[in-house]
Nanobody, 125 residues
Framework: VQLQASGGGMVQAGGSLRLSCVAS????????VAWFRQAPGKEREFLAG?????????YADSVKGRFTISRDNAAKNTWYLQMSMLKPEDTAVYYC??????????????????WGQGTLVTVSS
């Protein structure tokens, strides 16, 4: 499966952005999807994940209550990360990723099989 992430940009603290992840090559029902981010000098960080059937979602404590992961049930090949109440520390490159194992949603980046190219989010104070 190939993933294409988009929607990043510059926003002021307290603002919102919605990131999109479009998949091609395989239907979205076949894998779990997650969003990660990586800030300069830091490791890639799990943010949110959704199971292949879209019935379960998981969030890192750092974004719980501010970020929402969802699937476009009509398009069937697009996932979103709705981000609100953004903070300067949310500045990073954001990636979507797919895990073909269909097990639990993993928070470990190395367990994901496919990655989008990343989209930069910059939050100014």
């Amino acid at each position: 499966v190939q993933l294409q992430a988009s929607g990043g940009g510059m926003v002021q603290a307290g603002g919102s952005l919605r990131l999109s992840c479009v998949a091609s090559g395989r239907t979205l029902n076949d894998y779990n999807v997650a969003w990660f981010r990586q800030a300069p000098g830091k490791e890639r960080e799990f943010l949110a994940g959704i199971r292949w059937n879209a019935l379960n979602t998981y969030y890192a404590d750092s974004v719980k209550g501010r970020f929402t992961i969802s699937r476009d049930n009509a398009a069937k090949n697009t996932w979103y990360l709705q981000m609100s109440m953004l903070k300067p520390e949310d500045t990073a490159v954001y990636y979507c990723a797919a895990d073909l194992s269909l097990g639990r949603v993993s928070t470990v980046a190395s367990e994901y099989d496919s990655w989008g190219q990343g989209t930069l989010v910059t939050v100014s104070s």
